[in-house]
């Protein structure tokens, strides 16, 4: 139908990305972790004055913490448990039997206390919790982590494996509000700064099951996301390289995390896909770094 | 028994690491990264005229790609396979209510394509082998990866999840023996640079079980494996932070890697395990980076 190579090719071709055989997990080449590293340090200046702990995680996180977070009830079908072999030598020799034999050979692999990462906050919470009332004026993080979505794809933003650079503030009503506030501002700010056409507009989470309509709807209803959205390479529509997330006191609940005087503290994040805002600039300002708009350039790399 | 703090405890309280409940599963703090950061732009100068081809993994490879690499006939015990829902709504009613009782939760996971990465290099060859004939010379690969491995342990330099950058040398016999010798000779140049007391020695990979026992004295007897140790935090002996290790035609075959003039191709790989090196020189130079070897800081840091 299209003689045009899809972008996904393109990025193949031109070494941005290198495939592995299954939609959604591609290698990076140098070029395009120019791209990261470049966006990534624009971050940096946006938030040189805000005191923020930074924290890089690795891309699994605990079990039970994970179970605790109530990520299964509400996105099943994403998360990506990590299982081992925990056999004898009979047990291996029959898998490798089975492997050979190209039959399932992975009955015998025991869930690990291991989960992948499903957004770079999940494993704040419970650090958070664990060192008690928080000081006065509450507290800011600037995480960062690859994380996983079982949704393979042939979108080449909706990646298995991707990284998120995220802040998560903790503290009053006003406070966590208002640093929602605040990067709704930053955000547009910075994407015009790399010459990204964007809009931002309300949104959901995609709870699982016919429950998760309500949350849905319960979600839009009291405003507590919204998105950043650029056109990649869905042609259904632009896709969220950002998201403004205000939990009120589900975390704060959830972990028992607490303000100075003692209350439930309320949280929110700001969720940069980094892999995705890449995608978007590769998109809009072309293949050839070399050729992109020398504000844009002088933004990213100084 | 010892009333001083154990080494993974004081990387805790200065915020180096930070626990997660999970033996070998660790956020890390700012000062940590730039210690990481540091070592890995050593060793870009160190290779900047090898004209080395960059890639960046994610942390997990195609599950039909591991399989055909034979891990799981060597490993079993340290792979990690992901796993996902992919049931409807009352298979997840069903998942809830055994979370809800503490129950294992976990029966209705089913194996994804994605099995995470066990070293950098993996990923790279069926790469390599889909480009057909190498050019004359072959090639060089310079990779890293969050690298995974089931072996939990309190020891802070046996993670489960950790960095490999890793160089991957594909070509003759002679120019992939001639690569071993050329980091046998850069690797301790190297961390004679920042102050690191190492030996290299001879060593072998931990192959699984009864019959691992003859593959490991089979690769000893070759010297096919050699590691750079330093003394970390496990007191029945020094870690290895490097390895050197000479394939043969393993991968060349097991993937159909052929030379120049059709030959099939040998391969040797050279991993720099990222976070062990910064555990080394946290534990030889202390956890106050201002008071380190001004040596030792401008080595890393310019």
Redo the contacts between chains.
């Keep these: 139908m299209d003689a045009q190579p899809s972008f996904l090719n393109q990025l193949f071709d031109k070494g941005f990305l290198?495939?592995?055989?299954?939609d959604g997990?591609?290698?990076?080449?140098?070029a395009y972790?120019e791209v990261i590293a470049g966006f990534d340090s624009l971050i940096t200046k946006t938030v040189a004055n805000d005191a923020a702990?930074?924290?890089?995680?690795?891309?699994?996180?605990?079990?039970?913490?994970f179970?605790k977070s109530g990520y299964?009830?509400s996105f099943?079908?994403?998360?990506?448990?990590?299982?081992?072999?925990?056999?004898?030598?009979h047990d291996?020799t029959e898998?490798?039997a089975q492997?050979a034999a190209g039959e399932?050979?992975?009955g015998k692999?025991e869930?690990?206390?291991?989960v992948?990462t499903p957004a770079a906050c999940y494993?704040?919470y419970?650090?958070l919790a664990a060192r008690g009332n928080m000081p006065k004026g509450g507290v800011v993080f600037d995480l960062q982590s690859?994380c996983?979505r079982?949704e393979?794809s042939q979108d080449p933003a909706r990646?298995?494996?991707?990284r998120i650079r995220e802040f998560v503030r903790a503290g009053t009503p006003e406070e966590v509000v208002a640093f929602r506030e605040e990067w709704l501002k930053r955000g547009p700010a910075m994407m015009e700064a790399v010459g990204l056409p964007l809009h931002i507009d309300l949104a959901n989470d995609p709870f699982?099951?016919?429950?998760g309509r309500l949350m849905k709807v319960g979600q839009r209803e009291q405003q507590l996301k919204f998105e950043l959205l650029v056109q990649i390479a869905n042609p259904a529509g632009p896709t969220a390289i950002m998201s403004f997330n205000y939990h009120q006191d589900h975390f704060g609940e959830t972990w028992g995390i607490h303000t100075n005087d003692g209350g439930v503290a309320q949280t929110a994040c700001t969720g940069f896909g980094m892999d995705r805002i890449a995608l978007a600039l590769l998109k809009h300002h072309g293949l050839d770094l070399k050729a992109w708009p020398k504000s844009v350039s002088k933004t990213l790399w100084g």
Tied chains: 1, 2.
């Design positions: 290198v495939p592995s055989g299954v997990l591609y290698g990076r080449g140098e972790e702990e930074k924290i890089s995680f690795p891309p699994g996180m605990s079990r039970v913490a179970e299964m009830k099943p079908q994403l998360a990506g448990t990590v299982h081992s072999f925990c056999g004898v030598d291996h898998l490798l492997l399932e050979w992975t692999q869930v690990t206390d291991v992948l494993p704040i419970p650090v690859y996983f079982h393979p990646m298995q494996l991707f699982f099951g016919r429950g």
